[in-house]
């Protein structure tokens, strides 16, 4: 099971989290590669059984600017992920009222299109409610992990 994990961030808090749990799932004995910065490329020549996208929202609902080349690009190329697993992380901020984790939930939407399945509801991390994230996805990533051990 190769499990990649990519990120798309304004500020760098979506790349921590992704960081730590590219350490965390290496540490539970998965086959982990962290793509920095995310590339439709380099995605498809990992060739992942399971993909993590951590995910912030920017604007009202938008992707991180550097984030959109990629989504863009997987939009175009549509590459089907038919048999594949795929989990979001969204980081976002409550005060946004309707707009809030859209960003993640774009990404999710869109993994949905090209076939991969979700293999644990998406977790939604508030900004105005922590200020470790990091560690707030920590329960949220060992239930990731455990779905992914018992589907492997
Ligand atoms: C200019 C700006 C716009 C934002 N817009 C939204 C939004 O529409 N919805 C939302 O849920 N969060 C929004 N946020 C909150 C960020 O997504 C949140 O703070 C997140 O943790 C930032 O992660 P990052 O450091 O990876 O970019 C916004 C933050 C800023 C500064």
């Given at each position: 099971?190769?499990?990649?994990?990519?990120?798309?961030?304004?500020?760098?808090?979506?790349?921590?989290?992704?960081?730590?749990?590219?350490?965390?799932?290496?540490?539970?004995?998965?086959?982990?590669?962290?793509?920095?910065?995310?590339?439709?490329?380099?995605?498809?020549?990992?060739?992942?059984?399971?993909?993590?996208?951590?995910?912030?929202?920017?604007?009202?609902?938008?992707?991180?600017?550097?984030?959109?080349?990629?989504?863009?690009?997987?939009?175009?190329?549509?590459?089907?992920?038919?048999?594949?697993?795929?989990?979001?992380?969204?980081?976002?901020?409550?005060?946004?009222?309707?707009?809030?984790?859209?960003?993640?939930?774009?990404?999710?939407e869109?993994?949905?299109?090209?076939?991969?399945?979700?293999?644990?509801?998406?977790?939604?991390?508030?900004?105005?409610?922590?200020?470790?994230?990091?560690?707030?996805?920590?329960?949220w990533?060992?239930?990731?992990?455990?779905?992914?051990t018992?589907?492997?």
């Amino acid at each position: 099971m190769h499990l990649v994990v990519i990120s798309g961030s304004v500020y760098g808090t979506a790349d921590l989290v992704a960081d730590e749990a590219a350490q965390r799932c290496r540490a539970a004995g998965l086959e982990v590669s962290r793509i920095k910065p995310a590339s439709v490329d380099a995605l498809l020549e990992a060739a992942p059984d399971i993909i993590l996208g951590c995910v912030s929202t920017t604007g009202m609902g938008e992707l991180p600017d550097s984030f959109v080349p990629f989504f863009t690009e997987l939009q175009d190329r549509f590459p089907l992920f038919t048999g594949k697993h795929f989990a979001v992380i969204g980081l976002g901020d409550s005060a946004y009222g309707d707009t809030f984790c859209q960003g993640g939930e774009q990404l999710r939407e869109l993994l949905l299109e090209l076939q991969a399945l979700e293999s644990l509801p998406m977790l939604r991390l508030d900004a105005s409610e922590t200020v470790s994230p990091e560690l707030d996805a920590e329960p949220w990533l060992d239930q990731f992990i455990e779905s992914l051990t018992h589907s492997a």
